[in-house]
């Protein structure tokens, strides 16, 4: 069974930055494409950036050129580094590894006060 542990989430004024974690254990298979997505209330989850094995990264519009996703393949660890966070980018994100099947972290709250 598959664990995705996340961290880095919290409170912070709109022009700040944080970094999210996330560290996948458990796999039997090797981990292809990780990354991710991000809800509001009575919203459908949304992409916000993944990376493949081999380096190659995809961003939702809202957020390039404001946020980096990384990985260490050796870790099996991917992060998000968010500057320039806005309002609008209050939301749970959610940690996704995808292998044989989709690996869902448990969400941490990232807020931004205006």
């Known amino acids: 069974q598959v664990q995705l542990v996340e961290s880095g989430g919290g409170l912070v004024q709109a022009g700040g930055s944080l970094r999210l974690s996330c560290a996948a254990s458990g796999s039997r298979f090797s981990i292809s494409a990780m990354g991710w997505y991000r809800q509001t209330p009575g919203k459908q989850r949304e992409l916000v950036a993944t990376?493949?094995?081999?380096?190659?990264?995809n961003y939702a519009d809202s957020v390039k050129g404001r946020f980096t996703v990384s990985r260490e393949n050796a870790k099996n660890t991917v992060y998000l580094q968010m500057n320039s966070l806005k309002p609008e980018d209050t939301a749970v994100y959610y940690c996704?590894?995808?292998?044989?099947?989709?690996?869902w972290g448990q969400g941490t709250q990232v807020t931004v006060s205006s």
């Open positions: 990376i493949t094995r081999g380096g190659s990264t």
């Open positions: 996704n590894a995808k292998s044989i099947w989709d690996y």
